[in-house]
T-cell receptor
């Protein structure tokens, strides 16, 4: 099966700075990598995803990069704002394991005004 | 997401009790999932169902059972609750677009087993 490692577990930045969260996966057959944001008292919500045939994807202030050779992918948030404070999870889908997400351990991001 | 609802939102129970967590969705999705969230461990898949007649175990199904009563309803039961089942439980749904389909999560049920 798949194993996903996520770092760091906590990240504290000043408003306006950039934040980077990194994940590694174990199974080279993994081909879909979503990122979820979980605000306090709510369920996780998809914010961006990337497929294995793409190296980078950007959506306004957030971007995700994928290095298939090294089996790692990263979330980049630029110009951070206090409302970006949340728990972020990376995940991977292994091969044909339809809908079976394997999640990383989560990163608590705090953006200080 | 208001399209996926979970009841109850909070529950405190005692060791050995049977408890059921319920999930309903109005998104018209066929696929439904139950996850457990523990601090430092992320979310782990307990059970999943791709249609009413399809039930599959996830990575941590021991001590749990599920029932898919209808397309829109998926319940999780703890047959005999134990303290290490204290956790945050999430239900999720997705469409049939394939393995890249977005999963939509409910607000969660916080379960405490004393």
């Amino acid at each position: 099966g798949e194993n996903v490692e996520q770092h760091p577990s906590t990240l504290s930045v000043q408003e306006g700075d950039s934040a980077v969260i990194k994940c590694t996966y174990s199974d080279s057959a993994s081909n879909y990598f979503p990122w979820y944001k979980q605000e306090l008292g709510k369920g996780p919500q998809l914010i961006i995803d990337i497929r294995s045939n793409v190296g980078e994807k950007k959506d306004q202030r957030i971007a995700v990069t994928l290095n298939k050779t090294a089996k790692h992918f990263s979330l980049h948030i630029t110009e951070t704002q206090p409302e970006d404070s949340a728990v972020y999870f990376c995940a991977a889908v292994w091969g044909t394991s339809y809908g079976k997400l394997t999640f990383g351990q989560g990163t608590i991001l705090t953006v200080h005004p | 997401d208001a399209d996926v609802t979970q009841t109850p939102r909070n529950r405190i129970t005692k060791t050995g009790k049977r408890i059921m967590l319920e999930c309903s969705q109005t998104k018209g999705h066929d696929r439904m999932y139950w996850y457990r969230q523990d601090p430092g461990l992320g979310l782990r898949l307990i059970y999943y169902s791709f249609d009413v007649k399809d039930i599959n175990k996830g990575e941590i199904s021991d001590g749990y059972s599920v029932s898919r009563q209808a397309q829109a309803k998926f319940s999780l039961s703890l047959e005999s609750a134990i303290p290490n089942q204290t956790a945050l439980y999430f239900c999720a749904t997705s469409g049939q677009g394939g393995h890249t389909d977005t999963q939509y999560f409910g607000p969660g049920t916080r379960l405490t087993v004393l």
